[in-house]
């Protein structure tokens, strides 16, 4: 009689497209269906042909999408399967919508995987896993974002170090967040930005240590690692209010462009401010301009434009903000920001109060203002 | 009768405000009129009071703003000159008027001096330190920006040494350039961003290495110091088009707002993509919108919003935004790119394909284009 | 009648030498004496001299040596008094009894004084904080070595900024440590090595981030400062042993070498490994040697080479050295091994392997094994 | 009628031993025989099997050892021979014979090969870098040397990566120096050292840039290639003298340490000092031990024990060891000043003078003396 094969870890691996999976069509690099699948079924090091055939593994599971991969170090299967969209998306197309698709995918497949791998395009990589972080509630499973700079299928590429690591993390770690893992280092997936289009080492995140780093060994930054202290229910809130945006700051912008940036249909803003939260004081046009958005229901976010850095309420100098009606964005990234108001303008039960309330709490570890930077660092003053 | 002091090398700081400048006010940090000057009478490091006396620098030059560092380690005297704004100026308010502003004093002052230092806060700094590279032509002397995080009244604080440092540079090293100096580096003025709002490294430049690095001693990378390769007469053009702007692109953007963006009187907008120039190519309606501007002469150029990496023109992944008439922006900064607009839109006698192809040129070493790249890298294919 | 002054800190900086308190003379750097009190003095950032005739501090404190801050951003005030050695120590020329001299003034002064500030030159820096951390046992107070790349007498220096960073921490943070102040960041004084002979950011702790960064503001590292868990007296163990040594290995090495090196009078020695804690296993006459030294009495400790990483008794690899009675020392810099020697071999009342025993466990935080290692990383298999 | 494949670069692969090859036996790792070459003709990135048969490479090569890339990017093909040495070596275990063995094998195939490879345990791979930088006379082709933190059997490895980077460059740049290939960085073979013992980025290059970077694309700084400006005939000088060390200060060596270790039959020392190339100056005993053993002739290097530095003629402090004869060793590592001295110290024909004038001149690009310091760095004064 067919038994399951144990002791094994299941990982669902969700395909959206991106680099990672595309091959040359006449000399361009293009998304092919089911390419990626094939490719791994070649690659030893990503797929244990022998042991799927001794295991009967195809029996048990569909042959056309599963793989597993060798034995680990400490003498696990990690057993994934490949979810692959049809068509494969360009990172740089990707909208609220694929970011719901994603979150009802992983929702519907939880009990039946121990973690998830979502291979994604770089381009927009960081907003999809600041995202999919608010959207899933309650999350107590693994939720690994990765992609490449390079196809699998060349020669020397970044994506199947990419992929290998993000499985095994993915199938053998709880780690109760989204993550996004690249270049062997696990970072929080709303902490993240892309910095470099053109080096393995393409991401950053400039206000948190990584979560893991994964060298000769893997090593996990528990005291990082963000835990939930409910045990309530996971569900993904694939509500996401579209009309919102990301305006930055710049010497000489006009009042105009402004207004004309938050006419509604606009509902929140992440304006991108100089150092610390700074903008113009002696312009009066602009923070009216701000001023009305604010006052009509406009949710504003103030986060720096600068790499690093941290926007609070203290500070003397964004007061002018302050007194605008704007909320400050801590060291929230703007993509965490930006996909953080898609997410709390869509809680429909919640008033105008209960909202901006939310944006200025800690909700996924995606600032530092009631979570580890009390604990870690202490200011002089 | 009155002989001027010689073997003297003369520098002429503009302060045009900022924190490195700011005292305290009932517990708020503000600009104060001649406090600088008045502060750095006392420290010893930054004026060397007995040289003063001893050879009659106040008979030659007025007392009020003239200062002499102490003797150099070749035997060198920098006689320093403080031409101070008033109002100081918040970086966060300044304009290009006030670009402007600082380029004609430096034009008029530039036959008297060997070099010029800027004092400005940090918040725009990127922005201006671009902006007077363009308007500075045929330029032969060092200009070199700096500020700092903390005042320079405070105790510990980094005001002190930004400024020693520009003012050695400045007085000793013909790098004909306008530059940016902090935290013991000096960078191409056009080449730099603001990436820290709370750290004393505040500044990175991240596609170019630095032209010198101060700390035991000062080396100067030669290599990479700009040389114009004409004689001309140097002039400031102060003419800047205001109409230009910044726009970053996020996923969900609207052809709402990039129309309302891209209205008259906008004349040039940098156009922040994702990683080597990408934009979504399954929005008709927003690649229409930015067609329909350039088409009616609004010039967009193509930058990267990643913090390194390089928009060309040979990869097939941004044509849908060369199809829509932007222009590759290279590995200019956005700072770069916006005052290169506003600087290359102002040129009344240049038709608007001229304008275009100025844009897309190497003209003060802001991108690497024509300049370094080729010679010092061999990408493999 | 008079009253001492309230609401002060009081630091006790020992001047051991180095070039933080340099002066030229005939074009040669040398030290002179009482010239880095007549200096300072003269800084208005490093001695607030009309708060000193104001509080009457020289009619409570000695003139000639003590010296004020002044007020700090927390309203505090750092008294501090200046004992300076005589004659003015190289750091090159520093030795076990300098180490002791040092110990027994922090041990004489200790009830006095809230903190503690050593200057001390920057070539054997390392060593003598290594070795001050062991000798002081039961330490409740902060103990700050600190120097400088350039004479504080110079234009541009590190020394001033190093010296005011190293006050502030010592007089106002209680970190029961012996540390080192550096460029802005403060490690402990055993984890680090110096890394670079020309740079101003001249020290490295390779396996421990920083206990403290000092830039826009100080920010401590709290989870990582070490804290003792008994409340004995503070007492310095003066007693140290000579006959420690420091031997690298390289290829080709003879055993003609290594047994010179280890005869008697020879107890203690760190031999520096390759990787994480290799040597030859083809070569039977070195090991030979080293066993003969080890079962007559010698202890040696295996370090490694590298920068990074540690030597652990778990690796096959090095087993050859353990079979030849070698200890692993973990993760310790080499001169935090060879100074733990030199104290752990001067402890007569124990035997041989009590002495092996300490020499394997952590005591002052110099090794991560019981420390931070267990808690913070978890290592895959 | 059996023709030779056109268009192929061939590059010779010399498998000297280390982790890269290793299999896992009896939970232990350990080299086995013929291993690495099986592997690597499973993996599809690394042998195109399909090629191979087509072309008929085995009729024209041996099947056993020969194996082909994938085509490349620019349509070229690099088939690849694998020479093992039997038995694979520790590189613990490595001596001066085997790199003499290492630059016999490479003289021997000099002409029928593109490029070469060494695959080398990374323990040791820096001084064997450095001894084959000296070795080898007039080179005119790429050296690569590689390895890995883990071997290429694992599922997660860096072995792969490196042998593939190693590979690309070898046969398809014309860099005619040793050079080190890790981690996407090729290093001149000469400069680097090993800085950690656990993370696949494992070797530094601490006073040198790298040559080249490899990452989505391979790009080699032309710049810092070193070009011998002769055109005489390549050869292996494979004479090397053993009787050469490496000593290391620290506070309280002993005359009888420093005596012993000098003894005949050692004929070259590397001294690692502190900081620029300091040493005790109080210690007459210390000197005259150095002394002696100069004047009998035995060549000592003053080479900094610090990461990044130099020792140059010019500082005072370093005087001491001028006057007891020691040469100044710049920049140098010292693990090439040691693999210099076994090199020099063979010329047989030279006197000791002419030995002593080589040692203290730039090579091989290990010394930025003559070399790019002049052109690239004007330190101020």
Redesign the interface.
């Known amino acids: 009689p067919l038994t399951s094969p144990t002791a094994e870890a299941r990982v669902l691996v969700i395909n959206t497209g991106g680099t990672i999976g595309m091959t040359i069509h006449d000399n361009?690099?293009a998304p092919t269906a089911n390419a990626l699948v094939k490719s791994l079924r070649?690659?030893?090091?990503l797929h244990d042909a022998m042991y799927a055939q001794q295991t009967g593994l195809y029996d048990y599971y569909s042959y056309e999408n599963t793989l597993v991969?060798?034995l680990?170090?400490?003498k696990k299967r990690i057993v994934y399967s490949i979810l692959e969209y049809s068509p494969l998306l360009?990172?740089?197309?990707?909208?609220?919508d694929d970011w719901g698709r994603i979150g009802k995918d992983i929702e519907k497949n939880y009990e039946n995987y121990d973690g998830f791998v979502i291979l994604h395009g770089?381009?927009?990589m960081a907003?999809?896993a600041s995202a999919l972080s608010f959207m899933c509630e309650h999350l107590g499973k693994p939720i690994v974002l990765t992609g490449s700079?390079?196809p699998i299928f060349?020669?020397?590429n970044?994506g199947r170090?990419n992929l290998?690591?993000a499985l095994?993390i993915a199938g053998?770690?709880v780690i109760p967040e989204v993550c996004l893992y690249f270049y062997?280092k696990l970072h929080r997936g709303n902490r993240v930005t892309?910095?470099?289009?053109?080096?393995?080492?393409?991401f950053?995140s400039p206000n948190l240590a990584p979560l893991a780093t994964?060298?000769?060994?893997?090593?996990?930054?528990?005291?990082t690692v963000w835990r939930p202290n409910t045990t309530a229910k996971f569900q993904v809130s694939t509500e996401l209010n579209?009309n919102?945006?990301?305006?930055?700051l710049?010497?000489?912008?006009?009042s105009?462009?402004v207004k004309?940036?938050l006419?509604p249909p606009?509902m929140g803003v992440v304006l991108?401010t100089?150092?610390?939260g700074?903008?113009?004081?002696?312009?009066p046009d602009l923070l009216q301009e701000l001023k009305k958005a604010t006052d009509s229901g406009v949710i504003i976010i103030n986060c720096?434009?600068?790499?690093?850095?941290?926007v609070s309420t203290s500070y003397?100098?964004g007061m002018v903000l302050m007194d605008a009606g704007l909320i400050a964005g801590g060291d929230m990234t703007?993509e965490a920001a930006?996909s953080k108001l898609?997410y709390v303008l869509a809680k429909d039960k919640l008033d105008l109060d209960a909202k901006k309330k939310l944006m200025g709490r800690n909700l996924r570890g995606e600032m530092s203002v009631d979570l580890a930077g009390a604990?870690?660092?202490?200011?002089?003053?």
Request: with cysteine; proline share 5%; charged share 20%.
């Open positions: 361009v690099l070649k690659l030893p090091i991969l060798p680990s170090k400490d360009d990172s740089s197309n990707m909208t609220t770089t381009d927009t907003y999809t700079q390079v060349e020669m020397r970044d170090g290998l690591g095994l053998q770690f062997n892309k910095v470099d289009a053109g080096s393995f080492n393409a950053s994964a060298e000769v060994d893997i090593k996990i930054n528990w005291d579209r919102v945006g990301l305006l930055r710049f010497p000489g912008i006009t105009a462009t004309a940036f006419q606009m991108e100089y150092g610390s700074n903008a113009p004081d002696n312009r720096t434009q600068c790499l690093r850095g941290t003397a100098t703007p930006l898609s604990k870690l660092c202490l200011s002089d003053s």
